[in-house]
């Protein structure tokens, strides 16, 4: 499963154009998908990014849950009727479609924000807004992982 690491800013070119780091598509090399699956995110003003084998899983987790439930037409509509699969160009490029640059706020740069089995692509200075917002929430609750068990 691909493993997506760090920040990264790059910068929009004139015709809508931005650069995958090539951190997150040495971690996509070996998906079937040579892409990025878009979608926005529900929960912050940012763009959802996964490969297409996590979308996979996604698909499967919502197979888990009622067929008639009410959250399941919303997630749903969410994660896949707003889903965007984005094959890289030659040079790692994809065009992010202007209604998600919109959802996100993104104009002429945007900060790729590794999120382990996922990224998401962020406005610069909302995520760096964020980020403080979540160290300070850290600071307060420090959170135990627990590894191995």
Request: aromatic share 8%; glycine share 8%.
């Amino acid at each position: 499963m691909a493993l997506f690491l760090s920040s990264y800013e790059n910068r929009l070119d004139t015709k809508g154009r931005i650069s995958v780091p090539a951190s997150f598509r040495a971690a996509i090399a070996k998906e079937d998908f040579a892409g990025v699956i878009l979608f926005r995110s529900f929960t912050n003003n940012c763009i959802e990014g996964v490969t297409m084998s996590r979308m996979e899983q996604m698909a499967s987790a919502t197979d888990k849950m009622g067929v008639f439930d009410s959250e399941l037409d919303d997630l749903t509509a969410m994660l896949f009727a707003d889903a965007r699969p984005l094959a890289f160009d030659v040079t790692g490029r994809i065009v992010i479609p202007a209604d998600m640059l919109k959802h996100a706020g993104i104009t002429d740069s945007a900060v790729f924000v590794g999120r382990g089995n996922s990224f998401q692509i962020w406005n610069p200075g909302a995520f760096h807004a964020a980020q403080e917002k979540s160290l300070q929430n850290l600071r307060g609750t420090r959170p135990n992982l627990k590894i191995g068990e």
